[in-house]
């Protein structure tokens, strides 16, 4: 059975493999371009997109997305999501929008204070409203998986709960999915 990846994700290193389609280089260490099974055929590592044909997105649905922009108190995600049997296949992209109310449980005053443009977040869709995908992102198991600088664009890395540029040495919090410190390594 292959390995479900996710966009981000460490695959190896350069010195043990080489990297394949759906695979990209950061510094030496091979990352996953997108949500896909992870496959290794002599000492290549490639990702195939477990979404070749998109899929209709509905109530309930994991989600993968990227931030494309903030407008307060609202986020548009560029959405990527994980088959489900019997959903309908459809053609095109489908963007999400992230409510700064369906980020904690807590008070969020601003969605820039917990998510920023380019980092890529788990979430669920909550409904389906005048043909908008709406998303929630208030569990553990949802929020950013990867993020980035906003100083240089580097990957920022989880060091004693805070995230850490190795580029600059730029500190940043986010609303982090727990899934956020697998990923990294």
């Given at each position: 059975m292959a390995e479900l990846t996710t966009p981000g994700k460490a695959l190896g290193t350069e010195e043990e493999f080489i990297g394949?389609?759906?695979?990209?280089s950061d510094g030496g260490k091979l990352h996953s371009l997108?949500?896909?099974?992870v496959s290794i055929d002599k000492q290549v590592v490639s990702v195939k997109p477990s979404n070749a044909v998109p899929k209709m997105v509905g109530p309930g649905m994991v989600v993968y997305g990227r931030i494309e922009n903030i407008f307060e108190p609202?986020?548009?995600?560029?959405?990527?999501?994980?088959?489900?049997?019997?959903?309908r296949?459809?053609?095109?992209?489908?963007?999400?929008v992230l409510h700064v109310s369906n980020i904690r449980r807590d008070y969020v005053k601003?969605?820039?204070?917990?998510?920023?443009?380019?980092?890529?977040?788990?979430?669920?869709?909550?409904?389906?409203?005048?043909?908008?995908?709406?998303?929630?992102?208030?569990?553990?198991?949802?929020?950013?998986?990867?993020?980035?600088?906003?100083?240089?664009?580097?990957?920022?890395?989880?060091?004693?709960?805070?995230?850490?540029?190795?580029?600059?040495?730029?500190?940043e919090s986010r609303k982090l999915c727990k899934e956020y410190s697998a990923i990294e390594r």
């Open positions: 394949g389609e759906g695979v990209y997108c949500t896909g099974n609202i986020a548009l995600v560029k959405l990527e999501p994980l088959e489900v049997q019997g959903a296949q459809t053609q095109g992209d489908y963007f999400g601003s969605i820039r204070s917990e998510m920023m443009i380019g980092d890529v977040i788990k979430a669920v869709v909550s409904e389906i409203r005048r043909g908008e995908v709406y998303l929630d992102v208030r569990g553990l198991d949802f929020g950013v998986v990867k993020a980035y600088c906003s100083r240089c664009r580097h990957p920022l890395y989880l060091k004693d709960r805070i995230l850490v540029c190795n580029n600059c040495g730029n500190r």
